[in-house]
């Protein structure tokens, strides 16, 4: 009777490893195929990692991200890095300064607030819009009633 009671509990034990062992370790999604080799990266202005790393801190953790999207993302900021540096060139001076690099950086930052402005306008062309066909229901109910 009480080597069954071992058995059991041995069993039990076992049980409950395994079920801590699942809940400790999650098995990573299928991304082996999503890997950069040292050879594909050199191809990339920037390392892979802390770019991938920073989609995903903006992302649904339930969201997975296609090896195009993260070598498209390289080589956007890559050509806007260059972009940058050839509006930081245009200084007169030697050095380049944080003034400069502000300069340059400058439209890219003013794109919120581009994207509001487009927002508002889009709101008071609504709204006008809306007067307008007021006016014509008025016009039409004063001067086409029989």
Do not use: H
Not at 21 to 31: G, L, Q
Not at 33 to 49: C, H, V
């Amino acid at each position: 009777m009480a080597r069954k009671k071992k058995e059991e509990k041995a069993e039990v034990e076992d049980t409950e490893e395994e079920v801590q062992e699942a809940v400790e370790a999650p098995k990573p999604a299928a991304e082996s195929e999503e890997e950069f080799t040292a050879e594909e990266e050199a191809r990339f202005a920037f390392p892979m990692a802390p770019i991938v790393r920073l989609i995903k801190q903006e992302m649904d953790q339930d969201k997975m991200i296609r090896r195009r999207v993260k070598e498209g993302m390289n080589q956007w900021l890559e050509s806007l890095c260059r972009k940058v540096s050839r509006r930081m060139n245009e200084s007169e001076y030697t050095m380049v300064e944080m003034d400069d690099f502000k300069t340059a950086v400058e439209p890219y930052e003013m794109i919120d607030d581009v994207e509001k402005e487009r927002e508002r306008i889009v709101a008071t062309l609504e709204k006008i819009k809306q007067d307008c066909d007021s006016l014509i229901m008025d016009v039409n109910r004063k001067f086409l009633s029989p």
